[in-house]
């Protein structure tokens, strides 16, 4: 049976696979890599038997070079697993409020003040809110002059 490869890396002259079955198999991978250098365009490969990974270098297109381990019966590609990361219904909810809201704020202050600056300038007067009372108690007005800080320096336009 051909072992399994999954391609986890491609460019134009390098190519990653990774053998999952072949995992510390020293002998079976050094034989794939002696097996694979027969392919015309490959230059050079480098085996992992840790990592289970062969880097080919080559100077053909990557299709080719697989189609001919394929047809020589050295390797069967298995197809990558990719996690489809989209936002959940409630992040993408919190976001769209969000969105929304700044825009809101943007047209009634005439785009001076929107939401990040908001955050600020509430965090702030709390700071100042807590030391004027002269209250050092949770939160502290020094985590509510961070906080504001944290939320003007990454809310600034860049």
Do not use: C
């Not at 890599?33 to 392919?39: G, H, R, S, V």
């Not at 394929?70 to 936002?87: F, P, Q, S, W, Y």
């Amino acid at each position: 049976m051909f072992p399994e490869a999954v391609v986890v890396h491609s460019t134009n002259e390098r190519l990653r696979l990774r053998l999952p079955n072949l995992k510390n198999n020293l002998e079976s991978l050094a034989d794939l890599k002696t097996a694979l250098l027969d392919i015309e365009g490959i230059n050079n490969i480098e085996i992992n038997p840790k990592t289970s990974s062969v880097l080919i270098l080559h100077s053909n297109a990557k299709e080719q070079i697989l189609s001919a381990a394929i047809m020589r019966g050295l390797l069967k590609i298995k197809e990558k697993k990719t996690v489809k990361t989209t936002a959940t219904p409630f992040t993408a909810n919190v976001t769209e409020t969000a969105r929304t809201i700044n825009s809101k704020l943007k047209a009634l202050t005439g785009r001076e003040i929107d939401l990040p600056n908001m955050f600020f300038l509430v965090l702030f007067g709390t700071g100042v809110y807590q030391v004027a009372r002269g209250n050092f108690a949770l939160p502290a007005w020094y985590t509510a002059f961070w906080y504001a800080y944290g939320v003007f320096t990454k809310g600034m336009p860049k």
